[in-house]
């Protein structure tokens, strides 16, 4: 069994058909679904690209790894998922994004060359790389934002786009009369990227998928997992024809918001929608203009999988590999006032997640959707048995979704956590709050969403059953008291849980048990009698002489 | 500035006549006391070795660096007391025990050699080592306790002591008749060891630190931290003479226990009352025999004080060297119907903590005693201070004592946390605890002493104020409900405390906030006028051509 681990970026739960979307319609990942497990609470430790994605290759929450936003570098030596797999006799590979960012000084403290095989591991999130691409190769004045270099940029200068950085000028923008119309203004978002479609970001990465399947199979030496990882749905906002103007305004959503929401939010809330962010995707011209082409992008990137899908039936791939579709976080669209992710409404923290085991155990799943509370660090101990690797409860912090896909009676868990971290925002500074107090808590339950804030901001709380859309915060009100004292009992626990001694299994410490004396150690003795005599033939007898 | 770092094993914190023992007098340990400040309310972050070693050696709670219990390897790449001191220009030595177990399986997986310098480090606890001895030379049918060389075993060899381990055989045993008449008996307790006073363990670690100093100064390059640390008062119980009979039963204080504490004890506590070391510690003629021995190993350690202050102030050192005494933990004794440690009385949990600091700065403290709440990680950022390093508080959680060396108005803190993971101890089974359930978290304040234990047991609780020897557990008391919500609130802000974000300082996210546009990060942005020139110029202009 190999595993293609598929994940888009900035994909929210809700733009598929299969979940429900009334106007895109995504019929290859639909199929997908229908042969598979479509969850329908599935909730990512972080909403941003960076602590989302080492909670989903490590395994563990943030405060447990330590990235709680982009740019922290990954401490050395982590367990990632390569780490655990490659020990199950899996290999573990690139193909496209992670945001990982190394922890150049721990390597340097370590001596770990950057271009030795451990050293690519350990700056690559533990993955082998055969392309590593984070897709986002802006520029400002003081350079760009990713110092990297990017296969895809080399791509396209390979056929033939000219510039220092056609993702930028021709993938990202469009044109207009001889100049660039760049896709960071989304006034731009209705024209179509200046790129042949098969150039462009989505169709490149599922063919480098398909070399890196086919050149694995050549080899044929171990089973592989392939993250297939995309930049695409995620801004800038712009897609090449035809998918440009597939949809209108006419295929816009109303946005999830009241009035009520902007009285009195909760600070954090607050200073989000009221920055540039928020504003702008609180203007319907602004999403009339976006939505559209972020659903093209979609659309494409459903095209893709049908392709990608029909060549793996095609060369036999789809009998023996488990298929994930998923992404890293989803997007506010103007939801709740809100643009961008960084909060945890639903638009934002709950992702699509689609599992396919072609194994004759997941056949009473098929076509079925699960509603419990799954979270993303669940894909990496699925993942470790399927490899067959032993379970590593001391390290990762997810649960194997295997009883799930095959329809087993489980006792699964009743609420989910995620966090973020907002030190680096600049509404810290209008609150006054040092980069430690600037960190949010969520917990999810059945039908309570709740946030707890540090630095002494009151929290927040969603009666999901009542109030699907997450409009009325009831974080205030004293007539949820009990509710949110089961929040922070569950956030204590949480809090406390065995997070940091991953040097040891379980079951190297139950062995462990009673068995210091076998190595000398007595305590509590007073005579040499009270011990079976092989405990204290070392403390016995002659003493020794020359 | 150079630091004397002293610590001993297992020595109580009021086995000192300066903290107020009425029968032990340690003349020159007060003497340092009366040039320092001595803290009254010192607690260590563990009761066990090796997890209270590794905070105070990293400077982080056991939760935080993983090593929750002897024998639990420190992950590779955690930052140490070495890594921090190195970097701001000080040397960090050992000399003695760290009781360190090394990640052998992550240095394999970052490719480390155990015998590179990055890799002793790694195994060293980040520590370069003049002398490493553990200490613990057991040995039982499945073999030695410590697989290390012992560099005591080596001098005693040395020094003509015959067979395999003169640690075990003479230092640690007495003799009768022909035979040897083990420490590890405790029976034997009151015969001297059968060893020259000046070659047992305290006075040949005293020499080896004379020694590095010797050599340090010689060398004269960089100013030094030099960690020395004593295995004594450690059981085997069992000193050479003159010390083995300088007290005896009638020097012995009473028991600090009471029935009452036998009645429905906490589970935990009744667990370990009634195991074979809570037994036999209970029995009079035992503590007659040990305690005795345990004050002559300890006033042996003070005359090697003496020896070692007194060198110092001949060679100049007195003056520029700040030197501390204290312990990894503390010794029951027999107190609460317990032996060792393990639990969170204060014979346990609370150490001695003697500061010098020769500076005119801290001239205003001389002589005083501090009774603020001090945890042993507070060591390491004071040491930093020292070095002249720069605070590292997104990896360290303690607090430079600076402050209060220097009788300076500072707002402390309001409790002290330890933990404990009994996951190895046979009693989980009995109690019916998977490992992660086996652990405490204890809170303490100027008023109240408070256990949580995961698992679903109850709590403890103990009013110091009205009750300071802790006889009566009002853990299960309905009127001390309020308190123990409170100390629930502490732990639940202490659970979600920012431990991992290790790769980023303070400094380096606040300098992010608000920088991304100028790596060409725009978002939100609708037209490129809203936005200066210089952060679009990279978006505008004509499409490149060949």
């Known amino acids: 069994m190999n595993i293609l681990y598929i994940m888009f970026d900035q994909l929210r739960f809700d733009y598929l058909s299969c979940a429900g979307h009334p106007h895109l319609q995504t019929p290859h990942i639909d199929a997908l679904a229908?042969?598979?497990?479509?969850?329908?609470?599935?909730?990512?430790?972080?909403?941003?690209?960076?602590?989302?994605?080492?909670?989903?290759?490590?395994?563990?929450y943030p405060s447990s790894h330590g990235v709680?936003?982009?740019?922290?570098?990954?401490?050395?030596?982590?367990?990632?998922?390569?780490?655990?797999?490659?020990?199950?006799?899996?290999?573990?590979?690139?193909?496209?994004?992670?945001?990982?960012?190394?922890?150049?000084?721990?390597?340097?403290?370590?001596?770990?060359?950057?271009?030795?095989?451990?050293?690519?591991?350990?700056?690559?999130?533990?993955?082998?790389?055969?392309?590593?691409?984070?897709?986002?190769?802006?520029?400002?004045?003081?350079?760009?934002?990713?110092?990297?270099?990017?296969?895809?940029?080399?791509?396209?200068?390979s056929k033939g786009y000219p510039g220092e950085n056609p993702w930028n000028d021709f993938a990202n923008a469009g044109v207009e009369g001889n100049d660039v119309a760049s896709g960071w203004f989304m006034v731009n978002a209705d024209k179509p990227a200046n790129i042949a479609e098969e150039d462009s970001e989505t169709p490149w990465l599922t063919t480098q998928a398909m070399e890196f399947i086919t050149q694995a199979e050549a080899k044929g030496d171990q089973p592989w997992c392939a993250h297939l990882s995309y930049i695409k749905p995620h801004w800038p906002y712009i897609v090449p024809a035809p998918y440009h103007d597939m949809y209108g305004p006419e295929h816009v959503l109303p946005a999830v918001r009241s009035e009520a929401e902007r009285e009195d939010p909760h600070p954090v809330f607050g200073g989000m929608m009221n920055n540039r962010i928020g504003k702008t995707f609180s203007r319907d011209e602004v999403r009339e203009r976006v939505i559209p082409a972020y659903m093209g992008l979609i659309k494409q990137a459903d095209d893709q999988m049908g392709r990608l899908f029909a060549w793996l039936e095609e060369t036999g791939r789809m009998k023996d590999t488990m298929i994930v579709v998923t992404s890293d976080h989803g997007d506010y669209l103007g939801d709740h006032w809100m643009g961008e992710k960084n909060l945890f409404h639903e638009p934002s923290i709950k992702v699509p997640l689609i599992i396919y085991d072609p194994r004759a155990e997941a056949d009473v799943t098929r076509g079925t959707t699960c509603d419990e509370l799954v979270e993303a660090i669940d894909l990496l101990p699925t993942?470790?048995?399927?490899?067959?690797?032993?379970?590593?409860?001391?390290?990762?912090?997810?649960?194997?979704?295997?009883?799930?896909?095959?329809?087993?009676?489980?006792?699964?868990?009743?609420?989910?956590?995620?966090?973020?971290?907002?030190?680096?925002?600049?509404?810290?500074?209008?609150?006054?709050?040092?980069?430690?107090?600037?960190?949010?808590?969520?917990?999810?339950?059945?039908?309570?969403?709740?946030?707890?804030?540090?630095?002494?901001?009151?929290?927040?709380?969603?009666?999901?059953?009542?109030?699907p859309d997450e409009l009325v915060d009831l974080g205030a009100s004293a007539e949820h008291a009990e509710v949110i004292d089961l929040m922070y009992d569950r956030l204590l626990a949480w809090g406390l849980r065995m997070s940091q001694?991953?040097?040891?299994?379980?079951?190297?410490?139950?062995?462990?048990?009673?068995?210091?004396?076998?190595?000398?150690?007595?305590?509590?003795?007073?005579?040499?009698?009270?011990?079976?005599?092989?405990?204290?033939?070392?403390?016995?007898?002659?003493?020794?002489?020359?």
């Open 34 to 60: 229908a042969k598979g497990v479509r969850f329908t609470r599935a909730y990512v430790q972080s909403p941003t690209c960076g602590s989302s994605r080492m909670s989903s290759y490590t395994g563990r």
């Open 501 to 546: 001694r991953i040097t040891l299994s379980d079951e190297q410490i139950a062995a462990r048990r009673g068995k210091a004396p076998r190595k000398g150690i007595l305590l509590g003795v007073y005579e040499p009698d009270e011990l079976a005599p092989e405990l204290t033939a070392k403390y016995r007898g002659a003493v020794p002489s020359e």
């Open 68 to 157: 709680q936003f982009n740019g922290y570098p990954l401490r050395v030596g982590e367990w990632t998922m390569g780490d655990h797999l490659r020990r199950a006799g899996m290999g573990c590979h690139l193909i496209g994004k992670t945001h990982m960012v190394a922890d150049a000084d721990g390597m340097e403290r370590l001596g770990l060359a950057p271009d030795s095989v451990i050293g690519v591991r350990q700056s690559e999130c533990g993955f082998d790389p055969f392309i590593r691409d984070d897709g986002l190769w802006a520029e400002g004045p003081d350079g760009f934002y990713d110092a990297k270099r990017s296969p895809y940029n080399e791509y396209l200068k």
């Open 383 to 467: 993942f470790l048995e399927v490899a067959g690797g032993a379970p590593a409860p001391h390290i990762l912090e997810g649960r194997s979704l295997m009883p799930l896909l095959r329809g087993e009676e489980t006792e699964w868990r009743d609420h989910a956590v995620a966090e973020f971290d907002y030190a680096t925002n600049p509404i810290c500074e209008t609150l006054g709050l040092a980069p430690k107090d600037a960190r949010l808590f969520m917990v999810v339950d059945r039908r309570w969403k709740f946030m707890h804030a540090e630095g002494g901001l009151r929290p927040m709380l969603f009666d999901l059953e009542t109030d």
